[in-house]
């Protein structure tokens, strides 16, 4: 056990617990006696979902192990294998992950404990619904749970941020694919309300679909968007390509001097991203993982935005409130605020976890420098604009929300923590974000 500075891959609110690898259920076991406890995956978070400070931190990537896919691709994983390697196993063999977020740097149970979602949520759900059952191991005691087996804990768990237990071993059904290509369909689009009203009208007819939203201009132009939407490659061959992602080509080997992302850097690199993208192309074949996964080509990216780190803010609106989507656009516009990022996708219907993010309609994600002096009020209007909308923001991405608001974006609190009562009656079970949020 070493005592370790911990942060999420946002780099901000850091603290500083002793961190162990658990290696089996029984060791799992033995660390729940401490408290406060946490898991922890490959630190993807962006704020301080997985870490606690002055606690113990149990680093799942000793639970590892993976059974063999069955015909109809049902698989049994550790927790702490990463999607990174399920993929490099499944792939070859003719499966993919069926949901996957824009890292497959991520551990299974961290996908479970954030209930990931993709580009492909208006069609498939989040992660956790492909999830058929689950090991948990619990301050008081170790539980297969399923959607028929203990339900509410088994909802509970996807999406709960790790406060309701260890997962240890999942069983999830995998996709089927015959290639290791996506076809991409690639508009260029000048108006916010154009490339909304494309993406719409594109839900039926795309398994993937995503936005890049240019949120440093003003006026006519605001919001101007690339719209990438795609579907998997069949083979036409004897012999399909199947091979797994490449690793990381890039790496940054230190942290930017602070403001080297700043409105100017950001402005200039958003003009030319926008016009280096065609206004329009059909059926480009792409590798899995330059479509889903284009910054895992450069490991340790988070350190482009310096030594202060980035605020990720996520949030998801319904579609009777797609003009939040507009009013936060326009409000990070005007502002000077620079966001280097942000990723506009559409939501299917949620599924039954208390705390799981998507509802259906409409999310977008935007990163933020930490630094300018008017980015905590900023923040603060869009979770005014969020609230007022009775949408939500991802405690995946979150470091700064504040406990009030919680209540009112996540209107099954009460239910999540009766069921993390149950099985953590001490409380044993927190984080440094369970601590801010008053969830523990």
């Excluded at 911990?6 to 609110?13: E, I, Y």
């Excluded at 490959?42 to 400070?53: C, W």
């Excluded at 069926?98 to 149970?109: A, F, L």
């Excluded at 949408?391 to 979150?398: E, N, P, S, V």
Aim: some cysteine.
């Amino acid at each position: 056990m070493n005592r370790q500075r911990l942060t999420g891959w946002g780099r901000t609110a850091p603290s500083y617990a002793h961190v162990v690898r658990p290696s089996s259920d029984e060791e799992v076991a033995h660390w729940l006696e401490s408290s406060p406890v946490i898991a922890r995956g490959l630190g993807r978070s962006y704020g301080d979902a997985a870490q606690v400070g002055g606690g113990v931190v149990l680093d799942n990537r000793g639970l590892r192990g993976m059974g063999p896919i069955s015909p109809d691709g049902v698989v049994s994983v550790g927790a702490g294998l990463s999607l990174d390697e399920v993929i490099a196993s499944a792939l070859p063999q003719g499966w993919f992950v069926p949901v996957t977020p824009g890292t497959r740097q991520v551990s299974v149970g961290g996908a479970i404990a954030a209930d990931v979602h993709g580009k492909n949520h208006h069609r498939d759900g989040s992660f956790g619904d492909h999830v058929l059952e689950m090991h948990l191991v619990t301050p008081t005691g170790e539980r297969t749970v399923s959607p028929t087996v203990d339900p509410d804990l088994f909802w509970a768990t996807l999406g709960g941020m790790g406060l309701t237990g260890v997962v240890t071993r999942v069983t999830l059904r995998l996709m089927r694919v015959s290639t290791d290509r996506v076809l991409v369909d690639t508009d260029r689009f000048d108006t916010l309300d154009a490339v909304m009203s494309a993406m719409v009208e594109g839900d039926d007819s795309y398994r993937y679909s995503v936005a890049w939203v240019d949120c440093m201009t003003r006026g006519r132009s605001m919001g101007r968007a690339i719209l990438t939407r795609g579907e998997h490659a069949e083979s036409t061959e004897s012999s399909p390509l199947l091979r797994a992602p490449r690793s990381a080509l890039l790496k940054v080997p230190f942290s930017a001097p602070p403001g080297l992302l700043n409105p100017l850097s950001i402005r200039l690199f958003n003009e030319a991203w926008f016009r280096k993208a065609p206004r329009q192309r059909r059926e480009e074949s792409q590798t899995l993982g330059a479509f889903f996964h284009p910054l895992d080509g450069v490991a340790d990216w988070n350190r482009l935005y310096g030594p202060r780190g980035f605020v990720q803010y996520q949030f998801a609106v319904s579609d009777a409130h797609a003009d939040t989507v507009v009013k936060a656009i326009h409000t990070l516009s005007e502002s000077g605020v620079p966001s280097f990022l942000a990723v506009l996708k559409r939501f299917g219907p949620g599924n039954s976890g208390p705390l799981s993010f998507p509802m259906a309609g409409w999310t977008l994600a935007l990163d933020l420098p930490v630094g300018p002096a008017r980015l905590p009020g900023v923040l603060d209007d869009l979770d005014d604009l969020v609230a007022d909308a009775g949408g939500r923001i991802y405690l995946a991405k979150d470091a700064r929300l504040r406990p009030e608001r919680l209540r009112a974006m996540y209107p099954r609190l009460d239910h999540f923590l009766e069921v993390k009562n149950r099985v953590d009656p001490e409380g044993h079970l927190t984080s440094d974000l369970a601590r801010r949020l008053l969830l523990s």
